[in-house]
């Protein structure tokens, strides 16, 4: 079986450039995995790679999203998934990049729920109750009918939740109770760059300085004088949030950046927490995180 290249991490671990460098040797292509990237103009707040670093690499899931949209991980699986079968069919190593581990996941095993048929009936009902109540309504749902899986699906992501409810109502089974290991579609190999802690805070505040330096505010200023609301999927996202409401609470540029930092520290323990769990994983110390060292590995 053919492999697929996870490499995954912390935030501001230097995923990107490793990615890259192993896609120049591999010839073949990236497809990110990060829930902001995405959106077309969140650049400064996500650290979008520019076309220079990305350094002639074809990156795929990066600017497809108006910003004014939700996209789902869902969406995500269904845009994503045939671009890894395509690559993995013309005998290259698809390398998946980011730092969302849902949406890893989602190319990386099959549902486990597959064999439960859909139910068109109960779907258009929860589609209506989403219509006319509003995705938090629906969140409300699964939490009273499936607590664990309420927790694992964030209120945006509509297109599982409405699934997870179909289950349940058809089956009588939460879709939480499913303890089968997880299928995978592929054999991969995931890797990550495990910074010391304090090493990795520091860059995490430096990168946060730079957005800052390099025009956050402005991005997003801009971001909602075209329509994006604050309410908006993507303006949830760290960083654009603590400066909208930073903004809102008369905060200074300092205190929204320390909250940024703070949120963002959090995040990566949260991050590092979840890759190491995943299977086929290695750790790579800085020194170690070359191309070569990664190629040895498939």
């Given amino acids: 079986m053919p492999k697929v290249l996870v490499v995954c991490g912390a935030t501001a671990s230097g995923k990107t450039s490793l990615a890259i460098a192993c896609a120049k ?36 899931l990066i600017d497809v999203v108006d910003p004014t ?21 013309e005998g290259k190593t698809p390398i998946i990049c980011g730092g969302t581990g849902f949406y ?24 209506n109750v989403l219509k006319e109540n509003g995705k938090e309504y629906l969140h409300r749902i699964l939490k009273e009918k499936d607590p664990e899986s309420a ?13 997870a409810l179909e289950i349940f109502d ?5 879709k939480s109770e499913q303890k089968d290991e997880p299928i995978p579609r592929f054999e991969f190999v995931c890797v990550s760059i495990d910074y010391p802690r304090e ?18 505010k402005e991005e997003v200023f801009g971001l909602m004088k075209n329509g994006v609301q604050e309410c908006s999927q993507c303006m949830q996202g760290i960083g654009y949030k603590e400066v909208i409401e930073g ?23 949260r991050q590092i927490t979840f890759f190491k769990r995943m299977r086929n994983h290695y750790s790579l110390a800085p020194t170690n995180a070359t191309a070569d060292e990664v190629l040895r590995l498939l």
């Fill in 69 to 89: 949209k939700e996209f789902s991980v869902s969406d995500y699986e269904k845009v994503a998934l045939p671009i890894v079968e395509r690559l993995l069919a």
């Fill in 151 to 163: 927790k694992i699906l964030h209120p945006n992501d509509t297109k599982r939740i409405i699934r």
């Fill in 247 to 269: 903004i809102k609470n008369g905060q200074s540029d300092n205190e929204i950046k320390e909250i940024i930092k703070k949120n963002t520290r959090n995040y990566a323990k």
């Fill in 104 to 127: 890893i996941n989602s190319l990386l095993y099959k549902s486990q729920f597959g064999n439960v048929g859909a139910n068109e009936e109960i779907r258009a009902h929860y589609e």
């Fill in 170 to 174: 058809v089956t009588g089974k939460r």
């Fill in 199 to 216: 090493e990795l805070y520091n860059r995490i505040n430096l990168r946060v300085e730079n957005m800052f330096q390099n025009g956050l």
């Fill in 25 to 60: 040797k591999l010839n073949t292509q990236i497809i990110s995995a990060d829930s902001l990237l995405v959106y077309r103009g969140l650049n400064i707040g996500t650290a979008k790679p520019t076309d220079d670093e990305k350094d002639g690499v074809v990156h795929h």
